[in-house]
């Protein structure tokens, strides 16, 4: 089912999902959609293997991991958390060398914590993974050293999509 794009969130340079300039991330982007879920795009390559043309379940953790923590963060690029719990369910295999979707949402919140769930998906449309994670609202300054949010923090300028089949 298409969903309209929102907005898109800023990537970051050097994270193992995201990382703009990280040669070996999966290059994910994430669209906060209308229906007030998150999606990610992304493209699982070679490297990011276990075995041979299987994804890593581990990059499966980073990416659910990171999108369902960015649930919460939608609207504000000033908005900022940890993981301290993350439960998968591997289902299907996720190929390598392909061109990969996945989507998120924010189940419980309050002040301090939050939880939430996300599913990757195959190009076709099936489940192939589902977490659950639950996360940490804290100040970056008690997250990372100065100097992320103003020179690793941004958006990427380029021919965004205005709605993501999911
Ligand atoms: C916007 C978000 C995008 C996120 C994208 C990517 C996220 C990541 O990958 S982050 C990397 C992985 N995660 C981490 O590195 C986190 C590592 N853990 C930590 O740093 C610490 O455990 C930390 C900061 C979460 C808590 O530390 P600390 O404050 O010392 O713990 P502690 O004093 O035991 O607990 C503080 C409070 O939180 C509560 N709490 C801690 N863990 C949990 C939990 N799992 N469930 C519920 N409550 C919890 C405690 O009960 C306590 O509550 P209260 O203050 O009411 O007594």
Not at 15 to 42: H, M
Not at 51 to 64: Q, S, T
Not at 116 to 121: F, K, M, N
Request: proline share 4%; glycine share 10%; aromatic share 8%.
């Amino acid at each position: 089912m298409k969903q309209k794009i929102k907005r898109k969130q800023n990537n970051s340079a050097r994270c193992i999902v995201c990382g703009d300039q990280n040669k070996a991330s999966l290059g994910c982007r994430f669209y906060e959609l209308e229906n007030g879920e998150i999606a990610a795009t992304f493209r699982s390559e070679d490297w990011h293997q276990s075995y041979p043309g299987r994804m890593h379940g581990g990059m499966a953790a980073g990416v659910l991991d990171e999108l369902i923590g960015r649930a919460a963060a939608q609207g504000s690029d000033d908005f900022w958390g940890v993981t301290v719990e993350l439960h998968m369910k591997y289902k299907k295999p996720i190929p390598t060398e392909a061109d990969l979707k996945a989507v998120a949402r924010v189940t419980k919140k309050n002040r301090k914590l939050f939880e939430g769930t996300g599913e990757i998906l195959l190009p076709d449309g099936t489940v192939a993974v589902e977490a659950w994670g639950k996360y940490m609202i804290l100040p970056l300054s008690k997250i990372s050293d100065g100097g992320f949010a103003e020179e690793e923090w941004y958006q990427i300028e380029e021919d965004d999509p205005k709605e993501i089949d999911l």
